[in-house]
């Protein structure tokens, strides 16, 4: 398939820039599994989109808007429009943050696109009921699994986290750490050093508020399919839907508060079988369901069955 990937290359903080989960996780697996894609990079791409589209003649656009010029600011959603409304090409918009985005930005963005995707699972008749469009399909994350250290790596830290800590977050380890219990914070790693020390850790967190909307919500992220594809035992704040991803307690494990997720932190350092178990199971689990190439694939079969 001809697929035309716009979407952000990078992301920028103001002092530093860094290549986005995009390039690592859907352009890469898509050449992979064969197809002819053309990188449009949504925040340096220079090139009039119209030209693009005329001289690849791709089969699918395949976007993942933000409707944010501080992070992309060359989204062509006028020539996207106008592709969708003719027919001539299938359009695609992959959203990330419908648990705080939906009413500002997806609710009326879906219908610049044939087909768009939600991570969520409870937003799927959301879609339907309240923006009226039927042809919204699942999209949960995933991550490349080529990218991880080829050999198993040694278990050098008890618990970590990668990623930024906000004021909840804090809370959270230092309870944790108030309590005996060994947390390890890795923030601003490069990408292929990110998942070399989750693969080094028996154990990864992953926290699931999102604060960018008006109040905290609970979203699927990212984190959860990093963790377990590093053979590393994923430890999630908990999620609704999230056991349609996986088997809680025998895949992943799950916590809601700092004083279970400090009891059952301590619980499972003293077991380090069942820590090796889970991580082996939600490996195995990720392999079958979430690894980027079979995500891709499944995707590409929906949107074009539609």
Known sequence: MKILLTL???????????????????????????????FYDTVAEEQDYDSVVKSFEPDLIFCCFTYDP?????EPWTQVKKYTDSSEIITFNWFCDDTWRFDNFSKQACHYFNVCSTP??????????????ENIILGL?????????????SKEHDISFCGHLNQDRITYVDYLRDNDV?????????????????????????FSK?????????????RMFEVPAARTLLFTEYVPGLENCYELDREIVTFEGPKEMMLKAQMLLKRPEIIYTIAQNGHKRFIKDHESKIRLTNILKEIVSL
Do not use: C
Not at 120 to 129: D, G, M, P, R, T
Not at 210 to 215: D, I, V
């Open 70 to 74: 501080s992070i992309a600011p060359r």
């Open 210 to 222: 999102n604060y960018n909307g008006t109040k905290p919500t609970l979203q699927i992220k990212g």
């Open 182 to 206: 060994n947390v390890q914070h890795f923030h601003g790693l490069e990408h292929s050093e990110m998942l070399k020390t989750l693969a080094q850790s028996k154990i990864g967190i992953n």
């Open 120 to 133: 969520e699972i409870s937003y799927l008749e959301k879609f339907k009921k309240e923006a009226k469009y």
């Open 141 to 153: 994350w995933h991550s490349n699994i080529d990218l991880y250290p080829k050999e198993e790596q």
């Open 8 to 38: 952000n290359k990078t992301l920028s903080s103001g002092k530093n820039t860094w290549i986005d989960g995009g390039y690592w996780n859907v352009y890469l697996p898509l050449l992979e599994l064969g197809h002819d894609v053309y």
